[in-house]
């Protein structure tokens, strides 16, 4: 399974690139060029801002993240609103789709006080946890909650597993690699130029980016050129 869903096929973007270099793609799994995708280049662009925007509130969320608030999540809330907030395409019977809690709109309308509330109590489609939780654990949840962001998601998926998720090195699976030397705390936002950070998010962005499979010892040269024309045509 792909940690993010693949591309759509059939936006067209294929007709951008020379048929030998996306024959290469399919069979040595060859990174396409990112320039000459302006779709592709914009979603990129997005995706650093996001991340961009939650590096920096990471310094404030140190505390939430060495909290209960995580855990809880997961025990209690992930099987219907999804690892990041956002639920997923399969949900327990019974359950009306909740909305998305990283969505803007969504983390704006509520008070932290109405999300204690809600986690406790329930509200219109949300049942009440059972057995109900406690109010610190509740405090400790709406606290977790926002967190909620395509920039929380974008850091878990990309960046976790060598900064942590606390952005010094430690907790997640940093444990596992080279500790990084950066601390994301307040000094380095504080003495790093805005545009580095773009910069250095930006490439970060790319090198992580789930791999497609490649095919070389499975498909030929004419069989991977003969799935691209047919990709091609049912647009």
Same mark, same amino acid.
């Given at each position: !399974?792909?940690?993010?869903? =693949?591309?759509?096929?059939?936006? *067209?973007? #294929?007709?951008? %690139? ?8 399919? $069979?040595?799994?060859?990174?396409? &060029?990112?320039?000459?995708? =302006?779709? @592709?280049?914009q979603e990129r662009a997005r995706e650093v801002e996001d991340l961009v925007t939650y590096a920096r509130r990471l310094p404030a969320a140190a505390g939430v993240l060495a909290g209960s608030g995580r855990d809880l999540y997961i025990d209690r809330c992930a099987v219907c609103h999804g690892p990041y907030g956002s639920p997923g395409a399969i949900l327990p019977a019974g359950v009306r789709r909740p909305r998305d809690l990283g969505a803007p709109e969504v983390q704006a309308a509520l ?14 489609? !949300? ?13 400790? #949840? ?7 962001? $395509? *920039? ?5 998926? %990309?960046?976790?597993?060598? @900064?942590?998720? &606390? ?5 997640? /699976?940093?444990? &596992? /690699? ?5 601390? /994301?705390?307040?000094? %380095? ?14 490439? !970060?962005? *790319?090198?992580?980016?789930?791999? !497609? =499979? @490649? %095919? ?20």
């Open positions: !399974m792909f940690a993010q869903r =693949p591309r759509d096929l059939r936006q *067209g973007f #294929l007709d951008t %690139y020379a048929p030998d270099e996306v024959i290469r793609r399919v $069979r040595d799994g060859t990174p396409l &060029n990112i320039t000459l995708d =302006p779709v @592709h280049l008070t932290d006080a109405e999300l204690g509330v809600l986690v406790r109590h329930g509200r219109e489609g !949300m049942p009440a946890l059972t057995p109900r939780v406690s109010e610190a654990d509740a405090h400790a #949840l709406a606290a977790f909650a926002r967190l909620f962001s $395509r *920039g929380f998601e974008l850091y878990d998926r %990309y960046c976790a597993a060598c @900064h942590g998720d &606390n952005g010094r090195g430690t907790g997640s /699976f940093a444990e &596992n /690699f080279r500790a990084p030397t950066v601390v /994301f705390d307040r000094a %380095y936002f504080e003495r790093t130029d805005p545009e580095h950070l773009r910069k250095w998010v930006w490439h !970060m962005a *790319g090198e992580q980016r789930p791999s !497609m =499979p @490649h %095919y070389h010892w499975t498909l030929t040269q004419r069989e991977a050129g003969a799935i691209v024309e047919f990709l091609k045509s049912t647009r």
